[in-house]
């Protein structure tokens, strides 16, 4: 992958462009569109557009929404696999790592799928965005408000937000530097990780691993084994500290999207401290008996003498701002009133004060962390550009699942173990935001609607929550900063296992731990 180190220049094209997108949302703003948009989703219309809404509702009636055929998923598992096997194959791995090639093969198969519903499909469909309501075929052979409620549902409703809070955290985490180089004991290590796992839920996944990495990597340059750190670093870090925010993983954000309260999976506690304290002790017993007895005396002497304290830079603004972020998307949700207010934050309120908070990082935040940090945007950038073909593909496929969810439920027996290993195993070999997502449509119940849930029972939405971010550590490809902190270490010398030797890591520890917690919070309630 090319890496471009972020320089004063660079910084300044990402801060006009955050500035001008903002001036576009005050310019909305000042004609009247987000108002009408947040009157329209949550019901406070009034005057014409309550009519119109009454006159849609008995529209609804008359004309339920048909889910299309099982084919019209096609799209979406070819850019599931594209993105599971081009970067192992040898013909395409290098042709797979421009961000312009990944746009192009996920914006050609959602064309693909808008091409589905512009020219075959003939029922009508739901659209979320900005309020609910159902669309019904047009006249003629060309049916653009398919195509417009899909493309609403996918990118205003879901895409836009999921991308902006993913944009801000990293921005202003990359602003952020700690360097230093502790003694690289199994407790100091050990530490690392614990604290990793902790902010990995207020800064998301992403955050917490390229703000610890590094450091953890320079800790660790004076010896020689080094790779099982890195693996246990992934699974706690990446993947299992994660789960106690809707920030801290991409599948958790799409649930709070969804109607999850944000602090519902604070419910989470128990799994996450049974899980990761079992995985930080087995790594302090793997480190102190086994790997550190094995470094030379020569390596342990020059890690002992070449110690220097951790310093921080860039913390005291871009600190503060992160907290920020936290509280922006805790308070500013369109479809809940402000608290102690009726008042609905204006749709798109909410991802303009997000990006308020970048341009004050890029604004007044250190630019030597970031240069040192060598940040840039490849990372962010290759989110966006799959995650824009990932939301219109899936859309068949949750179309599918609302109007089949509960058939499959009853018919396969589904209780919240399935749950956990079905959205859990694929989350191992897939992207595990879309798979949360399709098993949370399969498990929604309209009965449900509107609770802390977002209509999901709560044992099943456990199960979900847990599997999709827990078991994205199975494999390299689970989760996007996987493999970001593979070639992170690679590139610090550090002799990574391959893509099946890690999964031996995974199979061995990770895999049991799972299984256990499956079996105590999951199956025996």
């Known amino acids: 992958m ?24 005050g310019a909305s703003f000042a004609v009247g569109l987000p108002q009408r948009w947040t009157a329209a989703a949550t019901g406070h219309a009034a005057g014409e557009h309550a009519d119109a809404a009454h006159a849609e509702a008995e529209h609804a009636d008359a004309a339920a929404p048909e889910a299309p055929p099982l084919w019209t998923i096609i799209p979406f598992i070819l850019l599931l696999a594209a993105i599971a096997t081009f970067p192992l194959i040898h013909f395409t791995e290098h042709w797979w790592e421009s961000n312009l090639n990944r746009f192009i093969v996920a914006a050609g198969l959602g064309v693909v799928a808008l091409a589905y ?40 409703q879901e895409y836009l937000p999921f991308i902006v809070l993913l944009f801000s955290l990293y921005t202003i985490a990359g602003g952020i530097r700690i360097t230093g180089d502790l003694e690289a004991t199994p407790g100091t290590n050990t530490k690392f990780m614990l604290v990793g796992g902790l902010l990995a839920s207020l800064i998301g996944t992403t955050g917490a691993a390229m703000l610890l990495v590094r450091p953890l990597l320079e800790t660790n340059r004076e010896r020689k084994h080094v790779a099982h750190t890195v693996v246990f670093f992934i699974f706690i870090v990446c993947n299992c500290g994660g789960c106690l925010l809707p920030i801290g993983d991409p599948p958790l954000f799409l649930g709070y999207l969804q109607g999850v309260s944000f602090f519902w999976t604070l419910n989470l506690w128990p799994e996450w401290l049974f899980v990761n304290v079992s995985l930080l002790t087995i790594y302090w017993l793997m480190d102190q008996y086994y790997h550190h007895p094995r470094e030379t005396v020569r390596d342990v002497v020059r890690d002992v003498t070449q110690i220097r304290p951790l310093q921080f830079s860039g913390l005291a603004v871009n600190g503060a701002l992160l907290l920020g972020i936290v509280l922006a998307v805790a308070l500013l949700d369109p ?42 945007y490849s990372a962010i950038v290759e989110v966006a550009a799959l995650f824009v073909g990932i939301f219109i593909c899936m859309q068949p496929a949750l179309q599918i699942l609302s109007a089949n969810g509960a058939y499959l439920v009853e018919r396969f027996d589904m209780g919240p173990g399935k749950f956990f290993w079905a959205s859990g195993i694929l989350s191992s070999f897939l992207d595990n935001a879309p798979t949360y997502l399709v098993f949370f449509q399969t498990a929604f119940d309209p009965k449900l609607a509107g609770g802390p849930t977002g209509g999901v029972p709560e044992d099943i939405l456990i199960a979900i929550s847990l599997g999709s971010v827990m078991m994205g550590a199975m494999t390299y490809i689970g989760n996007g900063p996987n493999f970001m902190v593979k070639a992170i270490a690679e590139k610090a010398g550090v002799k990574m296992p391959s893509f099946f030797g890690y999964m031996g890591y995974s199979l061995l520890i990770l895999l049991p731990i799972l299984a256990l917690m499956d079996w105590i919070f999951i199956l025996r309630p």
């Open 117 to 156: 519903y512009a020219l075959m499909h003939r029922a009508p469909i739901e659209s979320h965005w900005p309020g609910h309501s159902i669309v019904t075929p047009q006249a003629g052979g060309f049916h653009l408000g398919f195509v417009k409620a899909i493309l609403g549902n996918a990118m205003l």
């Open 2 to 25: 090319t890496t471009t180190v972020e320089t004063p220049g660079h910084s300044n094209k990402a801060l006009w462009a955050v500035l001008a997108v903002i001036a576009l949302y």
């Open 335 to 376: 479809s809940k009133a402000f608290p102690g207010t009726d008042w609905h934050p204006w749709i798109y309120f909410r991802e303009a004060v997000q990006l308020g908070l970048v341009a004050l990082s890029l604004l007044f935040g250190p630019r030597k962390p970031r240069i040192e940090n060598n940040f840039n």
